[in-house]
């Protein structure tokens, strides 16, 4: 029993034995046979990328990755660029160039065969990613290319639009200006095309873009410029602005209809022509201005008489009324607007002195004051001697000031008054309280230096009423003459020295010569279009 399991024993090893180098065979083959078969795949790789290019592999920008030299230049055979145009109406059309048709192949390809040499192919099976520029010499029949190039619709004459400046149009009525914007055409650049499709073609790019290369003649202005826009602007900003002038009941309104023939383009800037904006000002100051017009006057005797001189009335002020003009249209302000004056006067409408005025008869020697149309106070007066040359000068005129407590001097004389209200440069209305007597054919003897000589308390309520501006109207009337009187003697100013031959001294109310001496109130020579007049005459 012993012996016999020993025999067992050594038999059961052997099988071990067996199945253990089995096993080894079996696992070396398992791995094995992959291996080797890796082994055959990588040493055919070797084989194949002597003569390819690795993958990954980009010459001149071409992929060349698993070609060889021969499929390249094969390649190179077959290749074609699409060339992708602008129309006028902003799409866009291809057309291709075969490079067949130019020739196109490598003149030399010993720099890509020193890229083939020079890669590491016993790294074949892994992606190089490799990126070469080269100066392997590409040639192609230029001067067929440039025919091909010509030969583009885009150099067919009816196929073309010019390109076109963005630009302002003249100017409608009621509509004003417009921007109208460019139009980029389609006209091509030769030079700039031919380079763009050159390149292209050096490169084996498979498309050129010729708008996105900058092919394309543009608008050397657009609706982008930044002059164009501000003067469009200005323009819109001229033509756009309404101004209302109010003349009582009349109104003159100015608009862009008229304002556009006053711009002046000069190149890219506008302007206003001011002589032309100054021509429109003195068209309104030649209808609406009442200076120095003929005016026809109810007297307080129920007769008319016509007052031609004076210088009351509505003045306008041409020089400073253009630059303000001019001003508001720089800012493009709308709105109503009152003109500049020299001088104003009681009412736009006519008659315009209103119904608040002193009306002076010089032939009666009598006053009349109304407020609002109602004769408030009357007076007689005495005006100034007309035999010594100091007649008071008829006409339209308007106080030039009051004032209170005024001495009235010369050169031989003071001569204090309480009321003082000048309106005709030197000639004016004041209490004269060294006088006892008033009206009647005084004023013919006895008369002022030109002033209106008036009693205190007349003087006193005359001075409450009016103020600045207050039309004073003096006129003559015949068949007003006044009665008579028995000589008075003569009744000198205080402070007057009478010289030997009992003439009183000519004062500051009235220069000899009985003609007023002009002040800022009235026109000076050449400020106005038309002739300025004297005064008094």
């Given at each position: 029993?012993?012996l ?18 089995k ?13 080797l ?32 030299i ?17 129309q ?9 160039i ?13 720099p ?35 025919e ?11 196929f ?5 400046d ?23 650049n ?13 490169r ?31 323009l ?10 109010t ?34 000002v ?16 109810m ?11 004076g ?21 493009g302000?709308s ?31 009598h ?56 309106f005709?440069?030197n ?21 002022s ?13 005359i ?14 009337l ?24 009992g ?20 026109p ?7 002739p300025?007049q004297?005064?008094?005459?």
């Amino acid at each position: 029993m012993r012996l016999q399991f020993r025999h067992r024993g050594k038999a059961g090893q052997k099988e071990k034995i067996s199945d253990k180098k089995k096993g080894i065979l079996v696992a070396a083959l398992i791995i094995g046979v992959p291996v080797l078969g890796l082994l055959v795949v990588y040493i055919a790789g070797l084989g194949r990328y002597q003569s390819c290019f690795l993958n990954g592999t980009v010459i001149d920008e071409v992929d060349v990755s698993g070609m060889s030299i021969p499929e390249l230049e094969e390649q190179i055979g077959k290749y074609s660029l699409r060339v992708i145009e602008r129309q006028a109406d902003g799409t866009t059309l291809e057309e291709e160039i075969p490079g067949k048709d130019i020739g196109i192949s490598y003149i030399s390809t010993e720099p890509l065969e020193a890229i083939l040499q020079g890669q590491n192919r016993f790294l074949w099976f892994v992606k190089q990613d490799a990126d070469y520029r080269t100066d392997a010499p590409l040639f192609y029949e230029e001067s067929v290319l440039e025919e091909k190039v010509d030969k583009l619709r885009g150099f067919q004459k009816e196929f073309i639009e010019e390109p076109a400046d963005a630009y302002i149009t003249d100017y409608v009525p009621g509509q004003g200006f417009e921007l109208v914007a460019e139009k980029q055409g389609n006209r091509l650049n030769r030079e700039r095309t031919v380079e763009a499709i050159k390149t292209a073609v050096e490169r084996l790019e498979g498309q050129v873009d010729l708008e996105a290369a900058g092919c394309y003649e543009e608008p050397a202005i657009t609706s982008e410029n930044a002059e164009l826009k501000k003067t469009y602007e200005k323009l819109q900003n001229y033509t756009n602005t309404v101004i209302t002038y109010t003349f009582g009941s009349e109104r003159e309104t100015l608009d862009g209809d008229t304002i556009v023939d006053w711009i002046v383009l000069d190149g890219e800037h506008a302007s206003l022509d001011r002589e032309a904006v100054e021509a429109y000002v003195s068209s309104l100051r030649k209808k609406h201005d009442t200076i120095f017009h003929k005016r026809k006057f109810m007297t307080s005797y129920g007769k008319e008489v016509t007052i031609d001189l004076g210088d009351y009335g509505w003045w306008m002020d041409t020089g400073q009324e253009t630059e303000e003009l001019i001003a508001m249209l720089e800012r493009g302000e709308s709105g109503e607007r009152v003109p500049v004056y020299r001088q104003t006067a009681a009412s736009y409408d006519d008659p315009d002195y209103g119904d608040s005025y002193v009306e002076i008869n010089l032939t009666a020697q009598h006053l009349f004051l109304y407020q609002n149309g109602e004769c408030v106070l009357e007076s007689d007066f005495v005006s100034g001697n007309p035999s010594r040359g100091n007649a008071t000068p008829a006409g339209i005129y308007g106080i030039t000031y009051k004032e209170r407590d005024a001495t009235l001097t010369g050169e031989t004389y003071r001569t204090p008054v309480s009321f003082w209200m000048p309106f005709n440069n030197n000639v004016g209305m004041h209490d004269a309280s060294w006088r006892s007597e008033f009206g009647g054919n005084i004023y013919t003897t006895n008369g002022s230096h030109g002033c209106i000589n008036l009693p205190y308390s007349v003087a006193q309520e005359i001075y409450g009423y009016v103020e600045k501006g207050t039309p004073v109207i003096c006129y003559h009337l015949p068949g007003t003459e006044p009665e008579p009187l028995p000589e008075i003697p003569v009744e000198p100013e205080p402070g007057v020295e009478t010289p030997e031959g009992g003439s009183a001294v000519p004062g500051p109310e009235q220069p000899e010569g009985g003609l007023a001496v002009p002040e800022s109130g009235q026109p000076e020579a050449g400020a106005e279009p038309e002739p300025v007049q004297d005064a008094v005459q």
